[in-house]
């Protein structure tokens, strides 16, 4: 939830939107799961973390309560807005961050049984 409210934020350069929350929100989504598989001692789990994460993500971007989703990832104009590339940065974002924060963490943890098992 707080990586949505924080996605849209856009940051302008001249004429051009900058989807600076959504690469935030990623960043933090990374972090939160690495933590949760380096907290608990299991990529596993942080595994799941970025999945659940993802398919929340996935329900926020349809429009099954309201008539615009919390995450828009297209428009019909012509020139999209920059809050489609928040929305799509966003949730393609998220299954790159799962993988980031599993790979940190299986690295980390692997690095940690090897030094009790050595000592």
């Known amino acids: 939830m707080l990586g ?3 996605h849209s934020h856009v940051v302008y350069a001249g004429e051009n ?11 933090f989504s990374c972090a939160v799961a690495l ?24 329900l926020f971007s ?4 309201s008539e615009v989703p919390l995450i ?3 428009s019909s104009a012509a020139e999209q807005p920059p809050v489609v590339a928040a929305g799509l940065v966003w949730l393609f974002g998220q299954a790159v961050a799962t993988v980031v924060a599993v790979l ?7 690095r940690d ?5 050595a000592a």
């Open 35 to 58: 933590l949760i598989g380096l907290r608990q001692r299991s990529a596993l789990l942080s595994a799941v973390t970025g999945v659940v994460t993802y398919l929340v993500l996935g």
């Open 17 to 27: 939107g900058l989807p600076v929350g959504s690469l935030l929100a990623v960043v």
């Open 4 to 6: 949505t409210s924080l």
């Open 104 to 110: 940190i963490c299986t690295r980390v943890l692997g």
């Open 72 to 74: 828009v990832t297209g």
């Open 62 to 65: 349809l429009d099954l309560v």
């Open 113 to 117: 049984r090897a030094a009790g098992t």
